[in-house]
């Protein structure tokens, strides 16, 4: 009796709880219903974009070629770079031309001893040959007072106090090598051994042998060692032009190139200075 009377208990409770459930479903409100814009109501759906190849990363855009663009990198340091080489090519062209002014000078130097050696071979044969013939006091005169100059114990025709060995001696080695220079001291040697000679001559003339000092002034001896004097002379003013000339002309040559380096870096400089080097992004 009391299992039949709590079966119908749990019976009537569960049908009195669907009965509430169902109520409560009825009275939810249902959303309200627009009627469909028009802009909806045309609304078509757009398709999505197909999908394109995959193509390579365009590559970066550069400024210029490699040059320029290193350039513009490093300004600061290519500025410097160009003053600095604009310096050193002033300095090149500077010694250059000093050098070739020193040139100038040592060959003009040198031309002018080998003249007044020449000259001073000559007149001493003149005045000695003109002694022994004629007897004139004046010729010994002049013969001895040129001898005193060569010595260097006199002043010369220009105030100069300086003896011949000197004068060779001082000529630079920069520009006259020590070899060159022997051949004009050889030649001052020989004329000395010649001045001997004729000095002999002089005196077998004071004595009264006249003919024998004339034969001794006059003789194939003494011409062959006048020979002796000249040829060194004439070999060292040839290679003294030669040598003058062909390194002058390499100064000078030198000298174009250090300007056209100096002229491209100062062209360079400018175009730095005012940011022509700078030009627009584009593609190489």
Not at 229 to 252: A, H
């Amino acid at each position: 009796m009391d299992k039949e009377l709590r079966r119908r208990r749990r019976s009537k409770r569960r049908t009195q709880h669907r009965t509430n459930n169902r109520v409560e479903r009825r009275r939810k409100p249902s959303p309200p219903r627009y009627a469909p814009e028009e802009s909806e109501a045309d609304y078509e759906v757009i398709p999505s974009p197909p999908e394109y190849p995959n193509y390579p990363p365009t590559p970066p855009q550069k400024n210029g070629n490699f040059i320029v663009r290193w350039v513009n990198t490093h300004v600061d340091n290519v500025r410097l770079g160009l003053g600095v080489l604009i310096f050193i090519c002033s300095l090149l062209i500077l010694n250059n031309n000093l050098n070739v002014k020193d040139a100038y000078i040592t060959s003009s130097q040198s031309l002018y001893n080998v003249l007044l050696m020449g000259k001073s071979s000559g007149d001493l044969t003149m005045w000695a040959r003109e002694y022994v013939i004629t007897g004139n006091d004046k010729y010994k005169k002049a013969y001895e007072d040129h001898l005193i100059v060569r010595a260097g114990e006199d002043y010369d025709d220009n105030g100069i106090k300086k003896s011949y060995d000197q004068r060779f001696k001082d000529i630079p080695t920069t520009i006259v090598p020590e070899s060159d220079k022997q051949k004009l001291l050889d030649s001052l040697s020989t004329s000395d051994l010649l001045a001997i000679k004729e000095t002999e001559a002089i005196k077998l003339a004071e004595s009264g042998d006249r003919d024998k000092a004339i034969a001794l002034l006059f003789s194939e001896d003494y011409e062959t060692e006048k020979e002796k004097i000249v040829t060194p002379l004439i070999d060292f003013t040839r290679k003294m032009q030669l040598d003058v000339g062909r390194k002058v002309v390499t100064k000078i040559y030198f000298s174009y190139g250090f300007i056209i380096v100096l002229c491209i870096a100062n062209l360079i400089l400018i175009f730095l200075i005012n940011d022509r080097l700078d030009f627009h992004i584009r593609d190489d």
